[in-house]
């Protein structure tokens, strides 16, 4: 069965300096993996994913992730945030399943960025 | 274009009532159709998903159901809600297990 985990609740940083936000995931097959960022109060946006081929992938608004089979990670990271990044991400896996495919999503990290 | 209805946006219902939140999705066909609740701390839990007509999987056990009476109608239901099934509602469809899910604008709940 997939899950995921997201290894840090809340992360606060300060504008411009980098960030890692951690995700490790678990599952018998192989998977899709994704990040999703919500802002506060608005709906969930995609940031990227990773499907095959190239282990990092990049996002809008900066944002890259690195995909790590043997560690099962897929960890999200910018090299300098700004105050407006400030929202809560949640890394997915979604993967094939009978007649179609479900997706798991961690329990989501909040990110403050401080001026 | 496709898009997603889902309503209504909020919902106060006393302990024991019953529970009907109904989710459409235009502009597609045969979508696998999901319901999420999203509560602090716990991310988006995924309760139901179904990948066609009268097919519903439950990944908790719980007091609700979830029923596709339609193609691209989708319904979560409680025969008789508990105080613990307060939360944000979510639902989402999507087409392939490489590509992003679409989300409703969500149903946030309250039992008192």
């Known amino acids: 069965a997939q899950s995921v985990t997201q290894l840090d609740s809340q992360v606060p940083v300060f504008e411009e300096a980098p960030v890692e936000l951690r995700c490790n995931y678990s599952s018998s097959v192989s998977v899709y993996l994704f990040w999703y960022v919500q802002y506060p109060n608005q709906g969930l946006q995609l940031l990227l994913k990773?499907?095959?081929?190239?282990?990092l992938v990049k996002g809008i608004n900066g944002f890259e992730a690195e995909f790590n089979k043997s560690q099962t990670s897929f960890h999200l990271r910018k090299p300098s945030v700004h105050i407006s990044d400030t929202a809560e991400y949640f890394c997915?896996?979604?993967?094939?399943?009978?007649?179609?495919?479900?997706?798991?999503f961690g329990a989501g990290t909040r990110l403050f960025v401080k001026a | 274009s496709q898009t997603i209805h889902q309503w209504p946006a909020t919902l106060v219902q006393p302990v024991g009532s019953p529970l009907s939140l109904e989710c459409t999705v235009e502009g597609t066909s045969n979508p696998n159709l999901y319901w999420y609740r999203q509560a602090a701390g716990r991310g988006l839990q995924l309760l139901f998903y179904?990948?066609?007509?009268?097919?519903i999987s439950s990944e908790v056990p719980q007091n609700l159901s979830a029923s596709r009476p339609q193609d691209r109608q989708f319904i979560l239901s409680s025969k008789k809600l508990l105080l613990s099934d307060s939360g944000f509602y979510l639902c989402?469809?999507?087409?392939?297990?490489?590509?992003?899910?679409?989300f409703g604008s969500g149903t946030q709940l309250s039992v008192l």
């Open positions: 179904s990948v066609g007509i009268g097919q």
């Open positions: 997915a896996v979604s993967d094939q399943d009978t007649g179609g495919f479900k997706t798991i």
């Open positions: 989402a469809w999507g087409r392939r297990a490489n590509e992003k899910l679409f």
């Open positions: 990773y499907l095959s081929g190239s282990t």
